[in-house]
């Protein structure tokens, strides 16, 4: 059976979540289960956490989850529950499972969603760490840490097998390191700057691409 790189969301947790259409827009509230059962479209979300010097946070997956468990995963990911906004879900993750609140998220891509997604729409975003440090919980997250890009690269040419696919997937379509000007400490922009940045954040959702999920990773050996 093809595993999916959204497959570690899975849980025997009882969640509500809105069923779409493939417009993306919803007609129905199902148990999350139900909806994988079936399986249905519905929405999901991917958050890359950075400190102010740029690094990206990586949490390692507790031994409990059933799906790859003990890897590095992205800095949080989960569902959007039913009358939630994306933002609104990725925030919410970020403060679940790491304990902080960046009080922002950015949307960086969104996926369709297709069989290779298990039928999940995906949204990627990003998040600026303020003055809080991740504090990861315990039944989420085994541990976590920052790592540059030079760092990460190690990690990723080293120890793939170490990684989820969904990080493996992120790092191929360009997503990890790629954003960082975006999302740098606003104190080191001017006022002018600052309302350029707010500009092209509004408008960048009418432009975002669609991303191909890569078919290498979508293997049962990886699991």
């Keep these: 059976m093809i595993e999916t790189i959204y497959q ?35 929405r999901v979300v991917l958050t890359l956490l950075y400190d102010d010097g740029g690094r990206l946070y990586l949490q390692r997956r507790a031994k409990t989850k059933k799906l790859y468990p003990g890897r590095w995963d992205l800095s949080s990911t989960g569902h959007v529950k039913a009358g939630e906004s994306r933002e609104h879900a990725a925030l919410r993750e970020l403060n679940e499972e790491l304990r902080v609140f960046p ?45 540059d890009q030079e760092e990460f690269a190690a990690m990723y040419e080293g120890f793939r097998e170490l990684l989820t696919p969904a990080v493996i997937w992120a790092a191929e379509n360009g997503h990890l390191f790629s954003d960082l000007p975006d999302i740098g400490d606003p104190a080191e922009l001017t006022d002018d700057e600052l309302a350029d940045v707010e500009r092209d954040e509004d408008s960048s959702e009418d432009d975002l691409p669609d991303d191909n999920l890569p078919d290498d990773e979508l293997n049962p050996d990886n699991s």
């Design 8 to 42: 570690q969301l899975i849980e025997d947790i009882t969640e509500f979540v809105e069923v779409v259409d493939e417009n993306d827009k919803p007609f129905m509230v199902m148990p999350v289960n139900d909806v994988h059962t079936q399986p249905l479209r519905h």
């Design 103 to 147: 009080g922002k998220v950015n949307l960086l891509a969104q996926i369709p969603a297709t069989p290779e997604t298990d039928f999940a729409v995906i949204s990627l975003f990003s998040a600026r760490l303020g003055g809080d440090k991740p504090c990861p919980n315990p039944e989420e997250v085994a541990e976590g840490l920052f790592l």
